[in-house]
């Protein structure tokens, strides 16, 4: 029987991720990438940066705990090869030649948002094959899953009889509570002084080994129904509990960068983000465990969505704060609007050519 409120938080995150997105685009507090704010903190505060602190720290990793609840489900039903193979193509083929497709596009405007020289000088294939790299974006998310999925066909090597997995259905409301402390020890991984010339953000961008722990916690704790169970029974008192850590969190590190190392180590974070998981997931099974037509439709097309979206807020983003004297109300608008309404048609255009479905949506 499939678990709707699986669906269900996944593509509402998705949304949120959306969301976040334009928030983040404009955003004046240091966070990497996008365009900056419309002004300096302090002497401009852009209070609506507020939802990069709300969200942040939960929304990628419940993804991933997700992705690691719904690959021990996909697992009982298919071979591992059928569903490696599987994998391989929705992954990892929009994760690498999907970059050539589409997503050089992406590049482009983040080198000329970056305000990077556009290397005019340099050959056009050349410049090509930097920009599809570039272009990568929020695209880190499904290369990383893609490199979990091979890690966890490993791990079920190990764990054949699934003793570790009977194990782990026996977690109760205080394991559930504090594997917390497991959440933090993982994203203590993080490069606290990461080195301007070396390869230190991209593995603070990726978080693999932050990453794969909260994967792995998804598929050997969470697909179990018991464990289900009592994170659906617990939802209102993490919820209350994570709003009260979150308000304390934002009120002391309002105008820091919130996905810096230090700021993501910090225990208070940790603290909010994996009671936000257990929130949110208990707060859906509980709540919005049921169907209708629109979240299959979002079911069915939330991955789209998240792999086209950032090309409307990378280049709309850019051309209105460049080329425009648009307030920067109307500019979050006029993004926001755009990007729930043009994603959704760039990717129903993409879904119905044949190649472009296959490279870059990583469908049949």
């Avoid at 990438?33 to 903190?41: L, M, V």
């Amino acid at each position: 029987m499939r678990k709707h409120w699986i669906d269900n938080l996944r593509w509402s995150t998705v949304l949120l991720v959306l969301l976040y997105h334009v928030i983040y685009f404009y955003n004046n507090k240091g966070v990497f990438g996008g365009i900056g704010g419309f002004g300096e903190f302090p002497d401009v505060q852009q209070y609506q940066d507020v939802l990069m602190y709300m969200v942040y720290p939960w929304f990628m990793p419940i993804m991933f705990l997700l992705a690691g609840i719904s690959a021990r489900y996909s697992l009982q039903s298919r071979s591992r090869k059928e569903w490696f193979r599987s994998r391989t193509r929705k992954l990892l083929v929009p994760g690498t030649i999907g970059l050539f497709v589409f997503h050089w596009m992406v590049g482009y405007f983040n080198a000329i948002t970056a305000q990077a020289v556009l290397m005019d000088g340099i050959p056009l294939p050349i410049r090509y094959g930097i920009y599809a790299v570039s272009g990568t974006g929020p695209l880190w998310f499904i290369q990383d899953l893609w490199l979990f999925s091979l890690i966890l066909l490993l791990v079920c090597r190990l764990d054949g009889k699934d003793k570790f997995w009977n194990w782990c259905s026996k977690a109760n409301t205080a394991v559930i509570v504090l594997l917390g402390l497991l959440f933090w020890a993982a994203e203590q991984t993080l490069i606290k002084n990461p080195r301007p010339e070396s390869a230190d953000g991209l593995i603070n961008l990726y978080k693999p080994l932050f990453y794969l722990t909260v994967f792995l916690m998804g598929y050997f704790v969470f697909s179990h129904d018991e464990v289900q169970q009592k994170v659906r029974r617990m939802w209102v008192p993490m919820m209350a509990c994570a709003v009260v850590s979150g308000v304390i969190l934002i009120i002391t590190t309002w105008g820091q960068n919130n996905t810096s190392p230090e700021y993501l180590c910090s225990p208070l974070n940790c603290l909010y983000s994996w009671l936000m998981c257990l929130a949110m997931m208990g707060w859906f099974a509980a709540r919005f465990d049921c169907t209708n037509g629109f979240s299959q439709y979002m079911t069915r097309s939330s991955y789209g969505l998240y792999i086209v979206h950032y090309l409307v807020i990378a280049a709309l983003g850019y051309q209105m704060k460049v080329h425009t004297t648009i307030p920067p109300v109307a500019m979050y608008l006029i993004l926001a609007a755009a990007v729930f309404s043009l994603s959704p048609l760039i990717y129903e255009l993409l879904r119905r050519i044949p190649f472009i479905r296959w490279s870059v949506l990583g469908e049949k």
